[in-house]
Structures are given as structure tokens and as C-alpha cells.
């Protein structure tokens, strides 16, 4: 098989860098697995390991720092049949932190070839990820105080499938980029080597000295059994397939018509727990059986299981403008929190809004009409009062009446669901209650 | 017909569907999460991704992969989740990444109010980027609104190969309301065009008497080349000066020549109006009703509701204003959109009404602001 080095673009690292050797090796590993140009992407970031993509004929996609196992995720996914590779450095594998870590966890086959030369190179030689606490750079003092990245073992813990760290400078290092590029999963290998322009000119290190600290190490190259498992693009596939489609939103029949004309603005104050969103849902969809014009807002905070659960439904025959009630038909009082968020409320509203207030719920001094009902002691949860207060409401004929409130609940529910909120409306429906 | 309730978050993830995309990656985020719900449901069991990203940047990454292997994509967010954008949509401007970004605006600064609306960000996506070259900003009005304006989005960014912003608002994402499905307005489908010359593809060439470049995918027979990197038309870094001016004119033409062809928007006119209310997203739904009542009493006043946003649609605003003495611009911030609208009128009384504080600008506060 061809070279795919791109011969008019040679690579153009610093003498003796140890990039030079990896672009070579790769290259090699390519023409042993026989790889054509457009059967690889190469995937980049900043840094000198940036370059990589510049020197081969190979899609190419070079990013941000830190980045590229981002855009080699969304490529590889797309286009499984592809071959992506992607060069970072041990800056990239810093700040890209989170993504390593994701990567690891997720399994996109897309290997990762760590350009290792512990410090930054292109910046001026400042401290990375991996420099060693006791070596000299452009930081200062810095890099003393933190602790090196033993990326091997971070990989194996995040859940990378294959980890493998060499040197760079090793016999068969196409061999160990070939092998990591057949597996099927996501593949790193963090490759040691020199960056004579920055790193070297102040730290002692040598091809023997990589060699022989990687040895100490003494960390096992190749697949992670105890990691093992399928693929991510194929797993997303084969779970993906089994979803059901969803099935486009479905219409309500107008049919019914409201009891009473005009705009109405329903407020249902309540707490957390007390299913008012679906009541407020539920309100609506009646309204539509009568082919009125429905909004609804919900105001609740963003812990779920405590506080106040507001919803304000709108029912119009005719366009509805201005989303917001400034005097509701209508206010549902059923738990201290939902009434304490709106207090400023009970001060405007006269004689023409309703206030259905649950028993043993204190609703500020109002002219609004009020209709006080004993909810518990119709042997009801308080998770139904939203419902009841709905079926009270359709009771009194207020705003909608009991047969656009069953096609609602026919709608919204099915099966043991639909049985239990028929049930809760029977209880209040029923005379005398 | 029937009607259905949906939220505008709901219609915007069926919009994209329908428009033909089929990636999307986010990170949850109150008042945008519904979108991903949706997209969820939607895209695995027709073929398409859906990503949780570990974080935004990660879900813009994913997007931009995916759009350069010839997918169309979207993400969503909010405020906090844009701020994390910002570096891919340098990105994906200056690289010429077909994008929707829908920004589900809540109640700012910083982390906010996740729970509360807003149009705070209305600035931040159009200069919230670094080399400051314009992005296509489009606003919905209401919930019905969301379909149209999110296929022309990715229309938008499908043509001019670039990312496209839809401008909502938690006041629309979270907002219920009746629709008519089958009856949302739905434009025809443009896809980017594809190169006809293959060999050799020169990724950054324009299209003949276009200042688009054609587009292929990452992955096929040809190879393409994508960088970040300041790059002449071969995708290779440059540092010729003639170029690099060229490439960045040519970025920022290729969507301000074109403003009049997208400009949309909607007016309600009278007759011998003296005023004009110029506004956008939600805000749309209390200025009419302001209009109309001060219309009621003879007070001759003109609406233009703005849903292309960026670049500014001068024409449109312009014409607009015509012979009327007063501008008043109501927006859900502290005055944004208004240094555009002031800028584009030089010879008109340009005011403000608006303000942050979580609620709807109100119809009251509009006729106060034109009586007052």
C-alpha cells in the first residue's frame, strides 16, 4: 500500500522532535492495514500535535484545544465505516479533561494517539497535565505543587476499553498504532517522547530514560478486559432500532360547547406533588373539546419534590395575544406554598373570579366569591385535589362542564391511570358531595 | 381539524425533524431541556443521534463532526450553555459549519433564574464570538411560530453554510399552547450544495457568483479537509494578507448582501400612524394588543414584529418606519435591539420600553409608554 504522507507538505518539527518518529510510524501503520486516504479521517487540535493533519492525505478536521475527541465522536457516529484517528497532546489532554474521561466511558471506536512530551511546546514550555513535579519550566514554581496525570491508570478507571503507553522512540511502534486502530472500541495510546525546543533544554531526558521509566511503570498494553464490552456506535444502533417512532402529536375533536363565552384565565396554586402541571394540561384539553384556544403556563421551582406548583391556563374562543391573567375567572387555592408565591393576587380580584379554596388551606382577605370544599373529607389524596377542584369547577358549570372534562381525561389517560382519575371526578360529581 | 397542546419547545424538535435533522447533542439545561427530551424521542428509532454531551462545548463538538460528515444538526441550550459555546461558534463561522443553535433564553445575568423568561441574550449571539463576523439570529413569536422559523433556520444554514440561532425564550420554549398540527406552516427544504467538480475538491472555493462554498462531506470517496486554523480556499493556513481579507470579507457578505432575501418579519399597519412599536419574540403577543388599543382610541400607531433578528434587517425597519415621528422598541432586556433600531433610524425619535425582571412585558406598559 502508498505512503499517505502528503509529500508536499513534509513535516516541519523542531530537530529531533518527537513527533517526527510518530508521524512515520503512522504512516507505516496505515500502509499495514492498508488504508486508502479517504478511508481515514484524522482528527486534530492545538499544538504541534495540530499539525499531524496537514501531513497526510487523509480527511482532516483539525479544532480547538482539547477538543477533538468532540468532533471525532460526532464524525465516527455519522459515519461508522470511517477510520478516525485523532493526534492530541498532553495540553489537549488537559484541558479536554472532561472529554477524555467521556470517551473513555462511551466506546466510540476512534483511536487517540497522545503526543506525550510533557509540557507545551508551541507557548513557550509551560507546565501540562504530565510534566513531572520536579521538572524545570517556564511556570515558575507551578508545576512543583501538582501531581502528574498517570493517564494510563485515569483511562483504565474511566473505563477505556484499550490503553497502551510507549515510548516513542520503541521498535514496532507502527505495530502498537495498527494494533490500536483494529480494535473495535475506543483506543488511546499515550506515546513518551522528546521536545528538544522547549522541554529538553532545561530537563535531562532521553529515549533510554523514557524506556526505562515505562518499565517502572510496569502498566499492561492493550485491551482492558475488566472494560470490555461492545462497541458504543453499534450498541446505539442496535438499542436505537428497537425505539418505538414517535408518533406525531395527537388532536382533540371540538365537539363540545363551553358553558360560558368569552376569555376565561384559570390559576391553579398548589404545591409540589399535587399534580397541578397535569391538571392545568387536563384543563386545557377540555377547553379544546370545545374548540377554544388554550395557553399554559407553569411556575414552579426548580426543586421537584417541595414548593409551589403554579399553573395559569387561558381559554379563549379566539386568539389568545397576551399569554398572562390579569383577572382570572377562576383561582384553584390548594396548598399554603402555591398561595403565599401569589398573594398580591387576592387583593385585585372582585366578586367575578371564583375561588375554589380546599378546606384548611387560609386564602387572604377577598371580594371574590368563594367556595370552600372539603377535599379530605371526601376521602380524597392530596395528589387528586387539582383533579377534584376541576371536576368542582364542571360541577358548577364554571368556565367548562363535565363532558369536556371526561374527553379530556380520555385523552390524556389510559388503562388503570384513566380508571383512578374517573374515579376522583365520580367522588366530587357525586350529589351531595 | 383538531387542536393539540404543545410547547414551543416541542414544535421547535418537530420543526428540525421534518426539516431533516438528524443530530443533535445537548446538555441539560432548564428552560431548553424539553428540546432534547424531544429530539430523543424523535431522532434514534428514525436513524438519527442524539448525544447528552458532558458538557456544551462537547455537545457543540459533536454537532460540528456531525455536520461535517454531511448531517444536518442542532443543539440547545440557555444563557450559561451559550457562554460555553462561544468557542465552537467561532468555529463554526469562520469554518463554515452548517448549525442550528436554538437559545432558549432565561432570566439573566449568569446562572439566573432558570425558571424565568428573557431576551437577554439578543447581543450575546450575535458578538458572542471571537473575530466578530455575523451569525443569522431569527426569533419565533409564539408557539405556532416555532415551526417556520425553525426549517428556515436550518434552510439558512444549509445555504449560507453557517450557524444559524433561534432566538426563543422560556416564555415560549415552557409555554403550552393549542396548535393545529397539520396546519403549522412549513417552508420547502433546502439542502447545502453539494461540489460538482471531485477531484480535486478545493473546500473553500466559492460556488460561481456565489459567496458560499460548496460542500462535501467528510467521509466520502473525495477528501475534504476542515481546520480552524486561518486557512486559504484549499483548507491549508495561510498568511497572505490578500487572502485572509478576502476570506473575512467574503464571511461577512455572504450573509449581509443577502439580508433582504430573509428578512422576516410581520406588521400590522393603520392609517396615518404617527407611532411605530417595533419588537420580537414574545414580546410580539402584548405589543399587538397594546396597538390595538390605542388604535381603539385613535392613536395611529404601526406594529413590526422582527423574527430576523441578525443581520439587521434595515430595509424592513427602514421602510417600516416611513413618515412616523416616534419609535418605540419593546424588548425583554435593558435596551438591546434598541441601539440597532436607533442606529438603522438616524433621523427618528427612538425610545424604549422593557426591562428584566422575569415577567412579560405587559400591554400596559406599552400603552403607557406611547401615551405617557
Known sequence: MDSLLNKSRPPVFCPGCGHDVVVRALDQAFRNLGLSGNDTCLVSDIGCSGLFDTFFNTHAFHGLHGRALTYATGIKLCRPELNVVVTMGDGGLGIGGAHLLAACRRNVNVTLLVLNNFNFGMTGGQCSATTPSEAEVASGFLNRLDKALDLHSVAVAAGASYMATVSGYQKGLDRAIEEAIRFDGFAIIDIHGICPGRYTRRNTLTPKAISQALEQKGHHNGPVEANARTEYGQAYRELAYRQDRAKPPKAIEAVFTAPEKGRHGIILLGSAGQRVITAGELLGLAGMSAGLQVTQKNDYDITVLRGPSIAEVILSPGEIDYPAIDRPSVILALAPEGVARRRALFERIDEKTLVIQASGVDIPDTKAEIRVVDFKGMGLKAQDWSLAALAVMAKMKRVLEPAMLDAALGHRFRGEALVGAKAVVSTVMAPGA | ?372
Open chain 2, 1 to 372: 381539524m383538531g387542536l393539540t397542546l404543545m410547547e414551543g419547545n416541542e414544535v421547535v424538535a418537530w420543526a428540525a425533524y421534518e426539516a431533516g435533522c438528524r443530530f443533535f447533542a445537548g446538555y441539560p439545561i432548564t428552560p431548553a431541556t424539553t428540546i432534547f427530551n424531544t429530539m430523543l424521542r424523535l431522532l434514534p428509532p428514525a436513524g438519527g443521534i442524539v448525544l447528552q454531551g458532558e458538557d456544551e462545548i462537547a455537545s457543540m463538538g459533536y454537532c460540528l463532526g456531525a455536520s461535517m460528515a454531511g448531517w444536518k444538526a442542532m443543539t440547545a441550550t440557555s444563557g450559561p450553555g451559550i457562554s460555553l459555546y462561544s468557542e465552537h461558534v467561532s468555529f463554526a463561522i469562520g469554518s463554515e459549519i452548517p448549525l442550528v443553535i436554538v437559545d432558549v433564553q432565561r432570566l439573566g445575568p449568569s446562572t439566573g433564574s432558570a425558571t424565568r423568561g428573557a431576551d437577554g441574550d439578543i447581543q450575546f449571539m450575535r458578538w458572542g464570538n471571537s473575530g466578530g463576523l455575523p451569525v443569522i439570529v431569527l426569533a419565533p413569536e409564539d408557539i405556532a411560530d416555532c415551526f417556520p422559523i425553525t426549517m428556515h433556520a436550518f434552510n439558512l444554514a444549509e445555504q449560507y453554510r453557517c450557524p444559524v440561532f433561534i432566538a426563543s425564550n422560556k416564555e415560549i420554549g415552557l409555554t403550552g399552547e393549542s396548535v393545529d398540527f397539520d396546519a403549522l406552516e412549513r417552508v420547502p427544504i433546502v439542502n447545502r450544495l453539494g461540489s460538482p467538480d471531485r477531484e480535486p475538491f478545493v473546500p473553500f472555493r466559492t460556488a460561481p457568483g456565489s459567496d458560499v462554498p460548496y460542500f462535501l462531506p467528510i467521509g466520502d470517496q473525495t477528501l475534504v479537509r476542515q481546520t480552524s486554523s486561518t486557512h486559504g480556499e484549499n483548507g491549508y493556513i495561510t498568511t497572505d494578507p490578500a487572502a485572509i481579507r478576502a476570506a473575512n470579507e467574503r464571511l461577512e457578505r455572504k450573509l449581509t448582501a443577502n439580508i433582504d432575501s430573509f428578512s422576516y418579519y410581520h406588521e400590522e399597519r393603520v392609517a396615518n400612524a404617527k407611532t411605530l412599536v417595533v419588537t420580537y419574540g414574545v414580546t410580539a403577543r402584548a405589543a399587538r394588543l397594546a396597538c390595538r388599543q390605542l388604535n381603539d382610541r385613535g392613536r395611529g400607531v404601526n406594529l413590526l414584529v422582527l423574527k430576523t433578528l441578525w443581520p439587521v434587517p434595515e430595509l424592513v425597519i427602514r421602510l417600516a418606519a416611513g413618515n412616523v415621528k416616534r419609535v418605540l422598541v419593546a424588548e425583554m432586556n435593558q435596551g438591546q435591539y434598541a441601539l440597532e433600531v436607533d442606529r438603522v433610524l438616524k433621523h427618528h425619535q427612538v425610545e424604549f420600553t422593557g426591562g428584566m425582571d422575569g415577567r412579560l412585558i405587559s400591554p400596559s406598559q406599552i400603552v403607557e409608554a406611547i401615551s405617557g
